[in-house]
């Protein structure tokens, strides 16, 4: 047999294994191919953007390790290496910008002085894939951030700098939604905080709170934009408080009914993301999630399938809610080829995404109900070995790219053919 036919072969046994379980894998494999993951832009070139050529990254503890060969310096470079990830992955993809990844015609313009001209190059490179674009401001890596605050700031010169970039950013994401026939997400995540005890953190938390009433102000079609607040446990350089924690993003957002971000990376080390993603879904429309990988805290590692992205996972598709939860990556590793990184973190979220699909969630339910919970433990058990890996070669097979590890030696000669030349 060849290549094709084993695989093929392989999901005609596996998918009878599945189905004496009442597991339809066609149905999983459908669902699965409607999911679209939105790839963050930054690991092309280590969170640099195109706004200044000798930008440092300042502000949050955002930090990138490593110095792998192959970074892109241009936008034509990283729009190179962005068509060479979508061509190597299965399923739906979106791409998500930051603000400073704008065509600024190597003049410098300010964040409060952004327009979607800016980014009309990104639209178009988005229409021609057929993909939607998400968007985020820019609150750090500013001489306006330096002293810790933005949209928080006490200095009031500052602060009205940072909500007319906010608003800015959110009319270009309602841009980008309306010309591409899908709403954009714009995401706010500021660094503000303080580095030791605090005396008036209600004031800090006040004026976040008066920024984001001002931002929101302005009205955006729901088809064309959807607002998500993204909050963080420290920052390096924010350790002893931070502005925007959780308590305070899911406040603002329940009550507004904005999309609260969940960073997996921004929490206490032993805290789960994936419980409280059916909490928020009580009180909110929709959420946004952040994958990332943190080893000890928020080092934002590739994505692997782990436990942690598994649960993730399995809550979304339990709670019924791949259509309420927006799914985008968030990590940089420039420790190792970063088309490598991408390929690898959006294949390990799709697969938990099948993984969980192909759960007999009615009969686990079933034992639940009953508390038949050697049942559900057991049955639980028994699905880590069914052969999960044929389906997803199968749905790699549909899809028109590299099966199993195929895709490894096509990166490679990618790094041979561009990569090492810049």
Same mark, same amino acid.
């Given at each position: 047999?060849?290549?094709?036919?084993?695989?093929?072969?392989?999901?005609?046994?596996?998918?009878?294994?599945?189905?004496?379980?009442?597991?339809?894998?066609?149905?999983?494999?459908?669902?699965?191919?409607?999911?679209?993951?939105?790839?963050?832009?930054?690991?092309?070139?280590?969170?640099?953007?195109?706004?200044?050529?000798?930008?440092?990254?300042?502000?949050?503890?955002?930090?990138?390790?490593?110095?792998?060969?192959?970074?892109?310096?241009?936008?034509?470079?990283?729009?190179?290496?962005?068509?060479?990830?979508?061509?190597?992955?299965?399923?739906?993809?979106?791409?998500?910008?930051?603000?400073?990844?704008?065509?600024f015609g190597g003049k410098l313009v300010d964040r409060d002085q952004i327009e979607v001209k800016h980014f009309q190059g990104w639209i178009d490179w988005a229409k021609k894939h057929g993909i939607g674009?998400?968007?985020?401001?820019?609150?750090?890596?500013?001489?306006?951030?330096?002293?810790?605050?933005?949209?928080?700031?006490?200095?009031?010169?500052?602060?009205?700098?940072?909500?007319?970039?906010?608003?800015?950013?959110?009319?270009?994401?309602?841009?980008?939604?309306?010309?591409?026939?899908?709403?954009?997400?714009?995401?706010?995540?500021?660094?503000?905080?303080?580095?030791?005890?605090?005396?008036?953190?209600?004031?800090?938390?006040?004026?976040?709170?008066?920024?984001?009433?001002?931002?929101?102000?302005?009205?955006?079609?729901?088809?064309?934009?959807?607002?998500?607040?993204?909050?963080?446990?420290?920052?390096?350089?924010?350790?002893?408080?931070?502005?925007?924690?959780?308590?305070?993003?899911?406040?603002?957002?329940?009550?507004?009914?904005?999309?609260?971000?969940?960073?997996?990376?921004?929490?206490?080390? =032993?805290?789960?993301?994936?419980?409280? /993603? !059916?909490?928020? *879904?009580?009180?909110?429309?929709?959420? +946004? %999630?952040?994958?990332?990988?943190?080893?000890?805290?928020?080092?934002?590692?590739?994505?692997?399938?782990?436990?942690?992205?598994?649960?993730?996972?399995?809550?979304?598709?339990?709670?019924?809610?791949?259509?309420?939860?927006?799914?985008?990556?968030?990590?940089?590793?420039?420790?190792?080829?970063?088309?490598?990184?991408?390929?690898?973190?959006?294949?390990?979220?799709?697969?938990?995404?099948?993984?969980?699909?192909?759960?007999?969630?009615?009969?686990?339910?079933?034992?639940?109900?009953?508390?038949?919970?050697?049942?559900?433990?057991?049955?639980?058990?028994?699905?880590?070995?069914?052969?999960?890996?044929?389906?997803?070669?199968?749905?790699?097979?549909?899809?028109? =790219?590299?099966?199993?590890?195929?895709? /490894? !030696?096509?990166? *490679?000669?990618?790094?041979?053919?561009? +990569? %090492?030349?810049?």
């Amino acid at each position: 047999m060849n290549k094709k036919e084993l695989v093929e072969k392989g999901y005609e046994l596996a998918k009878a294994q599945y189905a004496a379980l009442g597991v339809n894998t066609d149905e999983a494999l459908k669902q699965l191919k409607e999911v679209q993951i939105s790839l963050h832009c930054w690991q092309t070139d280590d969170v640099g953007g195109f706004e200044r050529p000798d930008a440092e990254l300042t502000g949050g503890g955002i930090q990138v390790t490593g110095n792998y060969p192959g970074k892109a310096k241009t936008i034509a470079q990283m729009r190179q290496d962005l068509d060479k990830v979508l061509e190597l992955l299965p399923g739906r993809q979106r791409l998500n910008l930051h603000a400073i990844y704008g065509e600024f015609g190597g003049k410098l313009v300010d964040r409060d002085q952004i327009e979607v001209k800016h980014f009309q190059g990104w639209i178009d490179w988005a229409k021609k894939h057929g993909i939607g674009l998400d968007f985020n401001c820019t609150n750090f890596s500013h001489s306006r951030a330096e002293d810790g605050f933005t949209l928080s700031s006490k200095n009031e010169e500052n602060r009205k700098f940072w909500i007319e970039h906010v608003k800015r950013c959110r009319l270009i994401a309602a841009e980008m939604g309306k010309q591409l026939g899908m709403p954009a997400v714009h995401n706010i995540w500021i660094p503000d905080g303080s580095k030791d005890i605090p005396v008036d953190r209600y004031t800090h938390r006040a004026l976040l709170k008066d920024s984001l009433d001002q931002i929101f102000a302005v009205k955006y079609p729901k088809e064309h934009l959807k607002d998500a607040m993204e909050s963080k446990l420290f920052g390096i350089g924010a350790e002893a408080m931070t502005v925007g924690s959780h308590d305070f993003y899911l406040s603002y957002a329940a009550k507004n009914n904005k999309m609260i971000c969940l960073d997996n990376g921004h929490f206490h080390p =032993t805290e789960q993301v994936g419980d409280k /993603i !059916s909490s928020c *879904l009580l009180f909110v429309d929709e959420l +946004l %999630l952040h994958v990332t990988r943190p080893i000890r805290w928020d080092s934002d590692h590739v994505v692997i399938l782990n436990d942690d992205i598994m649960l993730i996972a399995q809550e979304i598709v339990r709670c019924k809610a791949l259509n309420r939860v927006n799914i985008g990556l968030d990590y940089f590793d420039a420790s190792m080829n970063r088309i490598g990184a991408y390929v690898i973190g959006t294949r390990a979220m799709q697969q938990a995404l099948l993984f969980a699909l192909l759960e007999p969630i009615a009969t686990l339910t079933k034992y639940e109900n009953e508390g038949r919970s050697f049942e559900r433990l057991a049955l639980l058990e028994v699905m880590k070995a069914k052969p999960f890996g044929a389906i997803w070669e199968y749905f790699c097979l549909q899809q028109g =790219t590299p099966v199993g590890e195929e895709y /490894i !030696s096509d990166i *490679l000669q990618y790094e041979k053919d561009v +990569l %090492l030349k810049r």
